[in-house]
């Protein structure tokens, strides 16, 4: 069972007034209940046997569209402050479809936590594409329609989760759906979900909404050596995953060179790209270490590629990794909020993290509670050095099916077990509450 531990004897120092604590989930990632609702890109692409590592889909997933009472009661025994979640668009085309979120939102508005949705967390209707520009209108339309059952009891919004991961791994490298490998062809799948952000502002707006951001990817680029080689693939690199969605958003425009690789004139879309958000949420995994393409092929995070990226991802030596492999270094958030903060000056509205956490195994996760002390307190030291930052959502409430990774990898604060579909709080579940309530002592 879960127990109130601490890896560090000093307290967690204290976060502002009004300092939003909470925990992230996706709904293709736990609801389940895949016969109540269209088709999305991801039931296709699990369906064709080799992209998903452990060959299975997210039919059942952890079952949250019928347990979602008994995960409100988890979300209200954390303490946390709000709840960020995601609405499925197929869903919601289908018959009905609003009626959970409408009970969902009702049973956590009960439980005094608040609501956070994501409008588009990559699961998308499978008759579309990214690819056509209107994409972009069907999703506005598709947010008034939400915003308008929804909009009386959520005022907290955001529009898209991580378009970079998206478009990279869903259109240019194909490892995720819709798995598509056209890598810089897919540029236009970028401006279409930037137009669709707008659009959805000006959607959310029209429907009385003033508490908007969005959720991007990102994390500080690191050049594998001091060659010039390096150094420009990094660079590159830290375009696409750091500037590529950041700079239509906060400054109007898109860095030099790619504006013009987009599809047609740009210049008006930017300008309904750039509607101002209330806030800007940044999802932290860790820092990518890059490096000159090597050999024909390129290793991009254990996926071998076509050598036509001009970059390749390294190893960051030295650090722990989690079971994904991914290094843990919360130095890296603190150097991400300050170099924001550099770049976009008081173009960068207040900053809130919509995602952070990490995979590993068991319920005595104490490498999970070491990872969200440090980078918690990597957060505070952002803070500490002028950053505007008002919340922090930890990925993810449950263990839950992880893309092309299927179910191997576990993010949860609460175990699932998938044969009997049971939650159990790990540690870190405790850690998480007893650090939430200090906050408030
Ligand atoms: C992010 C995704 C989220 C989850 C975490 C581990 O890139 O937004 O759905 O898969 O990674």
Same mark, same amino acid.
């Given at each position: 069972?879960?127990?109130?531990?601490?890896?560090?004897?000093?307290?967690?120092?204290?976060?502002?007034?009004? #300092? =939003?604590?909470?925990?992230?989930?996706?709904?293709?990632?736990?609801?389940?209940?895949?016969?109540?609702?269209?088709?999305?890109?991801?039931?296709?692409?699990?369906?064709?046997?080799?992209?998903?590592?452990?060959?299975?889909?997210?039919?059942?997933?952890?079952?949250?569209?019928? $347990?979602?009472?008994? %995960?409100? !009661?988890?979300?209200?025994?954390?303490?946390?402050?709000?709840?960020?979640?995601?609405?499925?668009?197929?869903?919601?085309? *289908?018959?009905?479809? =609003?009626?959970?979120?409408? $009970? /969902?939102?009702?049973?956590?508005?009960? !439980?005094?936590?608040?609501?956070?949705? &994501?409008?588009?967390?990559?699961?998308?209707?499978?008759?579309?594409?990214?690819? %056509?520009?209107?994409?972009?209108?069907?999703?506005?339309?598709?947010?008034?329609?939400?915003?308008?059952?929804?909009?009386?009891?959520?005022?907290?919004?955001?529009?898209?989760?991580?378009?970079?991961?998206?478009?990279?791994?869903?259109?240019?490298?194909?490892?995720?759906?819709?798995?598509?490998?056209? /890598?810089?062809?897919?540029?236009?799948?970028?401006?279409?979900?930037? =137009? @669709?952000?707008?659009?959805?502002?000006?959607?959310?707006?029209?429907?009385? @909404? *003033?508490?908007?951001?969005?959720?991007?990817?990102?994390?500080?680029?690191?050049?594998?050596?001091?060659?010039?080689?390096?150094?420009?693939?990094? %660079?590159?690199?830290?375009?696409?995953?750091?500037?590529?969605?950041?700079?239509?958003?906060?400054?109007?425009?898109?860095?030099?060179?790619?504006?013009?690789?987009?599809?047609?004139?740009?210049?008006?879309?930017?300008?309904?790209?750039?509607?101002?958000?209330?806030?800007?949420?940044?999802?932290?995994?860790?820092?990518?270490?890059?490096?000159?393409?090597?050999?024909?092929?390129?290793?991009?995070?254990?996926?071998?590629?076509?050598?036509?990226?001009? #970059?390749?991802?390294?190893?960051?030596?030295?650090?722990?990794? &989690?079971?994904?492999?991914?290094?843990?270094?919360?130095?890296?958030?603190?150097?991400?909020? &300050?170099? #924001? $903060?550099?770049?976009?000056?008081?173009?960068?509205?207040?900053?809130?993290?919509?995602?952070?956490?990490?995979? +590993?195994?068991?319920?005595?996760?104490?490498?999970?509670?070491?990872? /969200?002390?440090?980078?918690?307190?990597? /957060?505070?030291?952002?803070?500490?050095?002028?950053?505007?930052?008002?919340? +922090?959502?930890?990925?993810?409430?449950?263990?839950?099916?992880?893309?092309?990774?299927?179910?191997?990898? $576990?993010?949860?604060?609460?175990?699932?077990?998938?044969?009997? =579909?049971?939650?159990?709080?790990?540690?870190?579940?405790?850690?998480?509450?007893?650090?939430? !309530?200090?906050?408030? @002592?």
């Amino acid at each position: 069972m879960a127990t109130d531990q601490r890896t560090a004897t000093d307290p967690i120092p204290r976060f502002p007034d009004g #300092f =939003l604590w909470g925990v992230s989930t996706s709904a293709h990632q736990i609801e389940g209940a895949a016969d109540q609702r269209g088709p999305s890109v991801w039931d296709t692409f699990t369906a064709e046997p080799g992209h998903v590592k452990d060959g299975s889909t997210a039919a059942v997933a952890c079952d949250h569209f019928h $347990r979602y009472r008994d %995960d409100v !009661a988890l979300l209200a025994g954390l303490g946390v402050d709000a709840y960020r979640f995601s609405i499925s668009w197929p869903r919601v085309d *289908s018959p009905g479809g =609003l009626d959970f979120y409408d $009970r /969902l939102v009702d049973e956590l508005c009960a !439980a005094g936590v608040r609501p956070v949705p &994501t409008l588009f967390h990559w699961d998308l209707p499978a008759e579309l594409d990214w690819l %056509d520009r209107d994409t972009a209108a069907r999703f506005a339309a598709y947010v008034s329609a939400v915003t308008e059952r929804l909009g009386d009891r959520v005022t907290k919004w955001i529009t898209l989760n991580e378009p970079a991961e998206h478009t990279l791994l869903g259109h240019a490298l194909g490892v995720h759906a819709p798995g598509r490998q056209l /890598l810089f062809d897919a540029l236009p799948v970028a401006h279409h979900q930037l =137009l @669709a952000h707008g659009l959805a502002v000006q959607a959310l707006r029209a429907g009385g @909404a *003033s508490d908007i951001g969005i959720a991007n990817s990102h994390g500080p680029t690191w050049p594998a050596s001091r060659d010039s080689a390096d150094v420009e693939a990094a %660079d590159f690199y830290d375009v696409l995953l750091n500037r590529l969605f950041a700079d239509p958003l906060l400054l109007g425009e898109y860095p030099a060179g790619l504006g013009e690789l987009m599809p047609g004139d740009v210049s008006a879309d930017l300008k309904v790209i750039s509607e101002p958000v209330d806030w800007y949420g940044v999802n932290y995994y860790a820092p990518t270490r890059v490096g000159a393409p090597e050999g024909a092929e390129i290793d991009f995070g254990g996926v071998r590629m076509p050598a036509e990226l001009p #970059f390749s991802v390294r190893e960051i030596e030295g650090v722990p990794v &989690t079971d994904f492999g991914w290094p843990v270094i919360p130095d890296g958030l603190t150097e991400l909020l &300050t170099g #924001f $903060r550099e770049r976009y000056g008081e173009k960068l509205p207040p900053v809130v993290i919509t995602e952070n956490g990490c995979s +590993y195994e068991g319920l005595d996760d104490q490498e999970r509670i070491a990872y /969200l002390d440090g980078h918690v307190r990597a /957060l505070h030291r952002a803070v500490e050095a002028g950053v505007d930052v008002r919340g +922090y959502f930890v990925w993810s409430l449950l263990d839950n099916f992880e893309w092309a990774e299927g179910y191997a990898r $576990r993010f949860g604060l609460v175990h699932v077990d998938y044969e009997t =579909l049971a939650r159990t709080p790990k540690a870190s579940y405790g850690w998480y509450r007893a650090m939430v !309530a200090s906050q408030r @002592a």
